[in-house]
């Protein structure tokens, strides 16, 4: 048997080895508490804790001040999302999309249920939000707009850029969840005022991610306590995880031009060769998708059926499928493009990741017909 | 995530075929979380004048559990009267799985209703007595299955449609 073929890069990836070094050291010799006075403490404060801070701040083109460390990218969209309305006297008005991850539309349903309104813009076949209609939607009452910068299940890349500056102009906040993005490719902070990223997507360590908030903007801390990160985020710093984080990203940085095109040519090869398998499409767009993602359906067979097949073969991978989901509703971004029932339940995605080499493609090219064909035999749904 | 016994059983799956000229068919399922199965049945007597399960096997469109739980359903119920077929539950055939993740047990555990609704079709068109207990399964299974093509009639029609090609 094989050894693993780790193609779910988009759930979480291993952690990078010189990640690892950087973060032992402040496990056990810098294990200061930050906050402490004493000088072992304050090298987990500067080299830890402050050193990290400016190493993505640097990367970002941020100021330091403007990174608030936090568990991961679902406390940060929390903190966004939750933390302007907290700040807010009245009810006001919300906006987003269909397609965002959990952690962004629970958060606003929330809001919902406490007297906010929020409107859900849809997208298009592609997952592509259409920056007129953010434009038609955007009210006086406005607080803050959440758009993801990619999508986490078809890879379709937003046009940020463009939808920050349509809501600056209305003196709106913009807020995105850069989860998949970060590290990815160059991030334009432009008229971004709140960025939402995580630090296990870029081979860093679970547990830590971060808050982009540009200086001034106002929010409501979610955690009271003693005051840490500026008093937005209580609770004494993770500074090994932490660390961690910057290391992954300066590393991410440093690869970038070299491994973006590595990944991309051998996932377009894998799009071609797998819709060559009958009755198979590609969900998300040909243009503007990240590099690592591909994203297919499968006429008349079931999602989860097709990982546990591929994982019976050592393949890992995930789908939309309704039976991946505690909802058990298949996927809201396959329906959300469009996709009827019976497709976003035969979805399969691939994402691909450092580690991912030419050989593992080439098993996954395999192998990925015949599951489909041993599950097509099997499908009362299929010919 | 799955017990070792569902992993076997979707692996391996047991009486997965179509039936030619079965006696009955029971068909259940959910279009939204997508899991449909067809259960077809082969009635014979036996000596002491029971009707017995001669022959019984599956199809299913669906996730791992539903492929798992069909398959063990029908090993079960194989052979069996009527009467004591009908006392098999979803539950009792998530246990002989050694048990199913909770999401799945109220979506994908289906496959004794798929048999419940084979039996009852097969007495209710050869105008035989059905018993209270089933009747009464029988509409509960049926309400369900209305609200489902109510919501997704289009997918449901479908999925008819793809499965007579099929």
Redesign the interface.
Known sequence: MNELVYMDNAATTPVAKSVRKAMSVFFRDEFGNPSSLYSTATTARKEGLERSRERISDFLGAKQEEIIFTSGATESDNLAIKGVALSRDESAHFITTEIEHHAVLHAFEWLEDRGHEVTYLGVDEDGLVDPADLRKSLRDDTALVSIMYANNEIGTIEPIGELADITAEKGVLFHTDAVQAYGKFPLDLGNVDLLSASGHKIYGPKGVGFLYRRKGVKLEPLFHGGGHEKGLRSGTENVPGIVGLAEATELMAEEQNEEIPRERKLRDKIIEEVLNIPDSRLNGPNKNRLPNNANFSFKGIEGESIVMKLDNRNIAASTGSACSSPSLEPSHVLLSIGLPLSLAHGSLRITLGRETTEEDVEYLLEELPEVIEELRRASPLSN | M?SDKV?EH??N?QN?R?MENPDSIGKVGN????D?M?IYVKIDENEEGNEVIEDISW?????????ATSSMVTELAKGKTLEKALEITNEEVAEELDGLPS??MH??NLAADGLVEAIYNYLNSGEKEIPEDLKKRHDQIKQHMEKVQEE?GD?VE??EE??R??
């Open positions: 799955y992993m979707f692996n799956p997965q179509k279009a939204l979380c997508g449909v067809w199809e299913t469109f669906g996730c791992t559990a539903a492929i999401v799945k979506c994908s997704y997918y479908m999925e793809m499965h090609t099929g």
